[in-house]
């Protein structure tokens, strides 16, 4: 038999304590939800204080163990103590004068993993001028009156592109030739197939195309480059007043020649990742004559003067130490083409000008047109352009005007004129 007594006194007990429980839950959520109203006010101050004033330091207000749990805890910020590096960029640096940054004189060769079939142009031939290039198809070339477009097995053409300005750095890549307009101090592209060009750049006066980039230098003396999908520029140096000259590229670099105040030729480079216009010496400057040098695939061409008055054709693998001469006959007055194994220079020898080709594993070599009747302060450049080389130009200052063509498979005599328009033999 059950104690009723007892019994109803152990349910009030229980009662007593749930009661109590209750009242104590209910204080701790009362206190729970005052709590929460001040952390989520105090945030909204604190947010507020930081958006109006960003530099505010309320460390200062509040003892450090408890802003710390706040600004981690609640914030969601971290304590962790890091070296932030602070890079100052500036519009415009003319650092012509010799640089103080390291020298870059070694380069691991896959920075020079270059496919030449992305390649507008040879770096030789836009520093000649760039008159004449080739998509391996055609062979595209200026003239007076525009631009025209051969077809080397047929010896076809048509003029695809009209103008009287004066054009120069033909770079050809994809669909499209990419050139300049010295008249008019603009880098322009023209689809194939299309008569009116596009603007790309102003106050440009030299162009290079490789890959997806083009690499210009501009009428300021600074050295861009743009992505030919987002046309988007960057200036990567400018040298001011002094003068500057594409050498050649690198997959992530840009190698330039700039003329400095005391009249010699420093040589120096950027990586395309630096804006900060840094630049740093690759090689010895020049001192009182133009070695013209120009790089092509990690090699670089340049002309070194012997004691005749001549110059010797010199080939160096950037990195090394060691200097080949291809040949000691050269006039220097053309910049180096080279086109895989085999080298194109100009030779001067009894009023000729004498284009001549080098096999640079065999050594052997061979000319490829000879022009008559010229002074040793001709105007002639030539052009080498697939199974066509082009020599363009006066014999002198006011001499006879040269526009010529010769398929590298004839003789050096046997070669194309052309003249008004027209190409013949």
């Not at 596009?198 to 501009?218: Q, R």
């Not at 700039?258 to 840094?278: M, P, Q, S």
């Not at 040269?402 to 005599?413: F, H, K, L, N």
Request: proline share 2%.
């Amino acid at each position: 038999m059950k104690n009723d007594y007892f019994e109803n006194d152990s349910a009030d007990s229980k009662r007593s304590k749930r009661k109590k429980k209750k009242k104590e839950r209910k204080a701790l959520k009362g206190f729970m939800v005052f709590l929460a109203m001040v952390v989520v006010g105090l945030a909204v101050f604190v947010g507020t204080v930081k958006f109006l004033s960003p530099d505010f330091d309320f460390s200062s207000f509040v003892p450090k163990p408890a802003y710390t749990f706040f600004d981690e805890k609640i914030m969601g910020h971290t304590t962790t103590t890091t070296t932030q590096k602070t890079t100052v960029t500036t519009t415009e640096t003319t650092t012509a004068e010799p640089t103080t940054a390291e020298r870059i004189d070694y380069l691991e060769f896959e920075e020079f993993k270059m496919n030449t079939e992305r390649q507008g142009n040879a770096m030789g031939n836009l520093m000649n001028g760039g008159q004449v290039a080739t998509d391996y198809s055609y062979i595209y070339h200026i003239a007076s009156s525009g631009i025209y477009r051969m077809n080397p097995e047929t010896e076809d053409y048509s003029r695809i592109y009209e103008t009287k300005n004066k054009l120069s750095s033909l770079n050809l890549r994809g669909d499209f030739l990419y050139f300049v307009d010295e008249t008019a101090h603009e880098l322009l592209k023209l689809q194939k197939g299309s008569s009116e060009p596009a603007h790309i750049a102003k106050d440009v006066k030299l162009a290079y195309v490789y890959d997806n980039k083009i690499f210009y230098v501009t009428t300021n003396n600074e050295i861009c480059y743009t992505s030919i999908d987002k046309m988007s520029p960057v200036t990567l140096y400018s040298s001011g007043s002094s003068e500057m000259r594409l050498v050649g590229i690198s997959l992530n670099r840009v190698f330039f020649a700039v003329k400095n105040t005391a009249g010699k030729i420093d040589y120096l480079t950027v990586e395309l990742d630096d804006k900060t216009g840094a630049a740093a010496p690759f090689r010895d400057s020049d001192e009182g004559t133009d070695s013209k040098l120009v790089m092509e695939n990690g090699f670089m061409y340049y002309y070194k003067p012997n004691t005749d008055g001549s110059y010797s054709v010199c080939r160096q693998k950037f990195g090394s130490k060691e200097e080949v001469t291809l040949a000691e006959d050269s006039d220097g007055s053309c910049y180096i083409e080279v086109d895989g194994n085999r080298l194109f220079y100009p030779e001067f020898k009894e009023n000729k000008f004498m284009l001549t080709e080098i096999n640079m594993n065999s050594g052997d070599s061979r000319y490829l047109m000879t022009i008559n009747d010229v002074q040793r302060e001709h105007q002639l450049r030539y052009f080498h352009s697939y199974q066509y080389d082009f020599v363009i130009g006066k014999t002198a200052e006011n001499g006879k005007d040269i526009y010529r063509a010769g398929c590298v498979y004839t003789g050096s005599t046997h070669f194309m004129k052309f003249n008004k328009g027209t190409w013949t033999y």
